[in-house]
């Protein structure tokens, strides 16, 4: 389980898509994109998926940049 209840993120690093053992990941109350909120309420396999693919790669640098 990764607990990030809280912390006002709107996107996770794409290399947690790339940690095996990761079963459940706990988003609530944070301000994620409504991409990674879809794909984490479709199950840990399908949210690790979606942090693998370019459409992921293309939402989580444009909401880094907009961070500065």
């Known amino acids: 389980l990764l607990d990030v209840t809280g912390n006002k993120l709107t996107v ?28 984490a309420r479709k199950g840990p396999a399908k949210l690790k998926e979606y942090l693998k693919s370019d459409d992921y790669d293309q939402v989580y640098y444009r909401e880094r940049k907009k961070k500065g």
Do not use: A, F, R
């Open 12 to 39: 996770v690093p794409p290399d947690l898509g790339s940690i095996e053992s990761l079963e459940k990941v706990d988003l609530s109350l944070n301000p994620v994109v409504k991409e990674i909120d879809e794909m």
